[in-house]
């Protein structure tokens, strides 16, 4: 009985032994390669026959098992070692990616090959996108050509969804950018991708795994500024990816002032030091006024707990207005930062429902402060309103824009009459 009970786990560990060594027997991708090399070589560079041969391939060949060794073949003519050289020993073709025509048209018939064979075998989706991952990382081991085809046919494949831009990571590798190699390479991929798409499907792919922040790791620390991305990438003529990465600075420094904003409002921070501090980082960040008044009007609004019963809330926002009104009107000094602040005061009492009563109110307070002008108020309701609550703001507005006109007529008769 005991001697029995001893036998069966060495059986059964001799059992799993043996099928794990018969596992990574089998896993010899010579023969796999082989197979590819010989049938690439036979349809040579007919794409439309690699294509039909690789479809058909797929029935008798292992994708799943080899999917690198395919991928590596059918890019570099054969299995690439660590560091992206060809593996010495191994079967090689000259019918690949690196060995054709380095133009956009040869490397889009590329990219259907490739779309078609992942199109028929979808289980090679994944493998694929981190077969692009690791040849990003091999970049140093390829020549400027065959990166420039890579790059191109990467950039494609992106317009087309065949892969995500999630693969970019591998360009903040810190040695290629260090040499200027993500650099380089970025600029013949984004080139090919807006050939295909537009920037903004560029920026929305972006935007999906969280690049569209980073596009200054492409170089070094020392070079990462505004002013040098721009000028490599409108040498380039990528104009449009530079503005679109000034633009997402931007964006970036009005989020980090209007966070900062609100703390120094909650700390309840002297309001000419407020002024003192905006003035300043509205400078840094090349911030328009009309852009500025946008974000005190949101630091402001932000810092408070708002009562949600509708009677009670509109005192509330006179009262802290008026708090607030020397820091508002310290950036309305054109006529175009006044429209800017009536818009956003509109946006924001039409988005908060328990303010849609309080619209009338905040522009009188904000007229009787000097913050807004009566040129910009009667400006606003002619034709600088937004359709948001139109009527209903329109309409709480009509009996002080009457008596604004009758003041300014006013005002004029008895000028003419001192004359």
């Excluded at 990465?245 to 931007?250: E, F, H, K, T, W």
């Excluded at 409002?265 to 852009?291: C, F, H, N, V, W």
């Excluded at 974000?295 to 607030?324: D, F, G, R």
């Amino acid at each position: 009985m005991n001697n029995q009970k001893q036998q069966k786990p060495t059986l059964t560990g001799q059992r799993f032994k043996t099928r794990k060594r018969d596992e990574k027997e089998r896993f010899d991708p010579t023969q796999f390669q082989e197979s590819i090399v010989q049938g690439l070589n036979q349809t040579g560079s007919d794409l439309e026959a690699v294509a039909k041969f690789l479809d058909a391939s797929g029935a008798k060949l292992d994708y799943r098992r080899y999917a690198e060794t395919l991928f590596d073949i059918l890019v570099a003519g054969g299995m690439l070692a660590p560091g992206g050289t060809l593996s010495d020993d191994m079967t090689r073709t000259e019918f690949c990616l690196f060995t054709a025509h380095e133009d956009l048209e040869t490397m889009q018939a590329y990219a259907q090959v490739f779309n078609k064979l992942i199109r028929r075998y979808k289980y090679l989706e994944k493998g694929f996108e981190e077969e692009i991952k690791k040849l990003l990382l091999f970049l140093k081991g390829f020549d400027e050509s065959e990166r420039n085809k890579l790059a191109m046919l990467a950039g494609i494949l992106l317009a087309n969804g065949n892969i995500s831009a999630s693969i970019l990571n591998s360009l903040y590798n810190e040695n290629l950018v260090k040499e200027g190699v993500s650099a380089a390479f970025a600029v013949k991929l984004f080139k090919s991708w807006i050939n295909e798409k537009d920037i903004n499907c560029v920026a929305c792919s972006l935007r999906k795994v969280g690049m569209d922040n980073r596009l200054m790791e492409l170089f070094p620390a020392n070079k990462r500024s505004p002013e040098h991305f721009s000028k490599y990438f409108t040498d380039a003529g990528l104009k449009e990816l530079a503005d679109f990465a000034r633009n997402q600075l931007s964006i970036g420094a009005r989020k980090e002032l209007q966070k900062e904003l609100h703390e120094q409002m909650a700390r309840g921070d002297p309001q000419k030091e407020i002024i003192a501090y905006t003035r300043e980082e509205m400078k840094k960040a090349g911030l328009s006024e009309q852009a500025m008044i946008s974000i005190i009007w949101s630091s402001v609004m932000s810092c408070v707990e708002w009562n949600k019963k509708e009677e009670l809330v509109t005192e509330q926002a006179i009262k802290h207005l008026k708090q607030y009104s020397p820091l508002l009107k310290a950036f309305t000094s054109q006529g175009q930062s006044e429209i800017s602040l009536l818009i956003k005061v509109q946006e924001y009492c039409y988005d908060n429902i328990h303010f849609m009563k309080a619209f009338q109110k905040i522009v009188v307070l904000l007229y009787k402060a000097d913050v807004l002008s009566e040129e910009a108020i009667l400006k606003w309701y002619t034709e600088g309103h937004l359709t948001k609550g139109k009527s209903v703001f329109l309409e709480q507005m009509k009996k002080f824009v009457e008596w604004l006109k009758n003041a300014e007529e006013e005002s004029e008769s008895e000028e003419d009459e001192a004359d």
